[in-house]
């Protein structure tokens, strides 16, 4: 037993060559982030140094980063994002319902559901060219102007119109995917025994996802900044709060919080589209399985 354990540690020694190039790699990647962390210092040197020579600066800092006015509008604000959240659920579960049912109707190819696909096709096209915020108006002061619900909460339009907005971008992104899923997977899934609406549900959305799983991200991110445009149907969210806040004291200290507290709700999703992005591209230039 001892002479075997000698020779299985003699043959999984490590050779000196591989020693050296361990030694090397270790010490090229203390030299990036050295250089990292002294590039950062002197850029941020620069900007701090450019700042305070500015003739303008001091009253810009008062005028924009007050901490004595962003910790009073603070509580406003957070509780207008509060609304903004909520928005952005239920949004985000209504673009993936309605794009996900464009993007099928897109893919079919039934004759009976060419007039849809039609629909659709106009839809997507009509909707990916018209600004969000004009959706915004058309939706929230148009639906009004009919007579026919009564009052509704400008949340409820502003949602309705987002949702009307990105399901057309997203119906194309998942239209791509489902055109990238190689037909070999669709008639082997059927040679298993699985209908059409199983092979969709089953073998296609799933491959698809997958692969425009990056996009999907970023569309989701861009749809966490566009609910504050909301604020211009009237309703009290975190963009709106800071708008009052800075009509009554004149500084515009408001915005910055609003936009700081947009950023920390995006960073989490950035970070995993960054992460998931990555992990997809080793996936796939090692060879794996998507």
Same mark, same amino acid.
């Given at each position: 037993?001892?002479?075997?354990?000698?020779?299985?540690?003699?043959?999984?020694?490590?050779?000196?060559?591989?020693?050296?190039?361990?030694?090397?790699?270790?010490?090229?990647?203390?030299?990036?982030?050295?250089?990292?962390?002294?590039?950062?210092?002197?850029?941020?040197?620069?900007?701090?140094?450019?700042?305070?020579?500015?003739?303008?600066? !001091?009253?810009?800092?008062?005028?924009?980063?007050?901490?004595?006015?962003?910790?009073?509008?603070?509580?406003?604000?957070?509780?207008?994002?509060?609304?903004?959240?909520?928005?952005?659920?239920?949004?985000?579960?209504?673009?993936?319902?309605?794009?996900?049912?464009?993007?099928?109707?897109?893919?079919?190819?039934?004759?009976?559901?060419? %007039?849809?696909?039609?629909?659709?096709?106009?839809?997507?096209?009509?909707?990916?060219?018209? %600004?969000?915020?004009?959706?915004?108006?058309?939706?929230?002061?148009?639906?009004?102007?009919?007579?026919?619900?009564?009052?509704?909460?400008?949340?409820?339009?502003?949602?309705?119109?987002?949702?009307?907005?990105?399901?057309?971008?997203?119906?194309?992104?998942?239209?791509?995917?489902?055109?990238?899923?190689?037909?070999?997977?669709?008639?082997?899934?059927?040679?298993?025994?699985?209908?059409?609406?199983?092979?969709?549900?089953?073998?296609?959305? %799933?491959?698809?996802?997958?692969?425009?799983?990056?996009?999907?991200?970023?569309?989701?991110?861009?749809?966490?900044?566009?609910?504050?445009?909301?604020?211009?149907?009237?309703?009290?969210?975190?963009?709106?709060?800071?708008?009052?806040?800075?009509?009554?004291?004149?500084?515009?200290?408001?915005?910055?919080?609003?936009?700081?507290?947009?950023?920390?709700?995006?960073?989490?999703?950035?970070?995993?589209?960054?992460?998931?992005?990555?992990?997809?591209?080793?996936?796939?230039? !090692?060879?794996?399985?998507?």
């Amino acid at each position: 037993m001892d002479s075997a354990a000698a020779a299985l540690n003699e043959a999984y020694t490590v050779s000196k060559v591989e020693l050296d190039r361990r030694g090397f790699r270790h010490s090229q990647q203390i030299k990036s982030v050295i250089t990292s962390i002294v590039s950062t210092i002197v850029l941020a040197a620069i900007i701090i140094v450019g700042l305070e020579l500015s003739p303008g600066w !001091s009253h810009v800092k008062e005028t924009f980063f007050s901490p004595e006015y962003f910790v009073k509008s603070l509580p406003d604000v957070a509780k207008g994002l509060w609304l903004n959240v909520r928005v952005l659920v239920v949004a985000v579960i209504g673009v993936a319902v309605l794009s996900t049912l464009l993007a099928l109707i897109r893919t079919s190819r039934t004759p009976i559901l060419f %007039p849809l696909r039609a629909l659709v096709a106009i839809y997507t096209t009509v909707m990916r060219g018209v %600004p969000i915020i004009v959706v915004l108006y058309l939706i929230g002061f148009g639906i009004p102007g009919l007579g026919l619900f009564g009052r509704i909460d400008p949340s409820i339009l502003g949602t309705i119109a987002v949702v009307m907005g990105y399901s057309a971008y997203v119906s194309e992104v998942l239209r791509a995917g489902f055109n990238d899923v190689h037909p070999s997977q669709r008639a082997s899934a059927r040679s298993l025994g699985l209908t059409s609406g199983q092979t969709t549900r089953m073998v296609v959305i %799933p491959q698809a996802l997958r692969s425009v799983a990056p996009a999907l991200m970023n569309d989701f991110i861009s749809m966490q900044k566009d609910v504050g445009l909301i604020s211009v149907l009237g309703a009290v969210d975190a963009v709106r709060a800071a708008q009052i806040d800075v009509a009554s004291t004149y500084n515009f200290t408001p915005y910055v919080v609003a936009s700081i507290l947009f950023i920390l709700l995006s960073v989490p999703f950035i970070v995993l589209n960054d992460w998931y992005s990555d992990r997809l591209r080793k996936r796939e230039l !090692s060879g794996g399985t998507v």
